[in-house]
């Protein structure tokens, strides 16, 4: 059944997080690649941990955000639901098909080659920098996201994007590089923080992020 292009699109996030997370909840990717392609969306404002809707289960098994909601369509993952969005507009999503199949390769490396490691770097800095395991097992954690983060700059280059033009694939790794909790690691390389720098000063960007921090900012004020 074709979707109804008229379908209001909806996405889940949260009304509370702690101050370290603000900024950085993955809806944001949501919202920068709807603001890409200047697609309306509204937000749905879900409570933190242990404080969700009793159905929300249903429509994300790990409890987590975002979900995006167009017509009879459910889909949470960021990295799933940037690849729907993409595929409404070729900004995002090439539409040839070894370009197109590029942008969406380096979005999941992005998923699987960088995150997964720097989401360890995270554990360590943010949540529990005073542990004893974390103090012991910091310096190979960096190490191995150095070792990555060298290996991605290489083949950045000086290319402006992964693959020559902004796609999903830059979208999601600019995300990636920007919530690594030790920035100095992304600073070893030239290109690489320009690279965040370009991603992150897009309009788009800008008003996502705008978009997001005032939701928490308004539930502050109420």
């Known amino acids: 059944m074709p979707m109804d292009p008229n379908a209001i699109i909806e996405v889940t996030a949260f009304k509370w997080v702690p101050p370290f997370a603000r900024g950085f909840v993955r809806d944001l990717r949501v919202r920068w690649a709807l603001e890409e392609i200047d ?31 167009e017509g009879d369509l459910t889909l949470f993952e960021s990295g799933a639901i940037l690849i729907h969005i993409g595929e409404k507009d070729e900004r995002l999503l090439p539409r040839d098909p070894a370009s197109r199949a590029r942008a969406i390769m380096w979005l999941i490396a992005a998923l699987n080659s960088i995150e997964p490691l720097t989401g360890q770097l995270t554990a360590i800095d943010v949540f ?89 900012t308004e539930l502050q004020a109420a």
Do not use: C
């Open 128 to 216: 529990d920098p005073n542990a004893e395991w974390g103090k012991l097992r910091r310096a190979d954690v960096a190490d191995s996201v150095g070792r990555r983060l060298a290996l991605l700059s290489d083949w950045l280059g000086d290319k402006p994007w992964l693959e020559g033009r902004f796609t999903i694939g830059d979208m999601m790794m600019v995300d990636a590089l920007r919530g690594i909790s030790d920035h100095a690691l992304v600073a070893r390389h030239a290109n690489l923080s320009a690279y965040v720098q370009r991603g992150t000063t897009r309009p788009a960007f800008q008003r996502a992020m705008t978009a997001q921090l005032a939701d928490f």
């Open 39 to 69: 697609l309306p969306y509204r937000v749905r404002l879900i409570g933190g941990e242990g404080d969700r809707p009793t159905d929300y289960s249903l429509d994300q098994p790990f409890n987590q955000v975002p979900v995006l909601k």
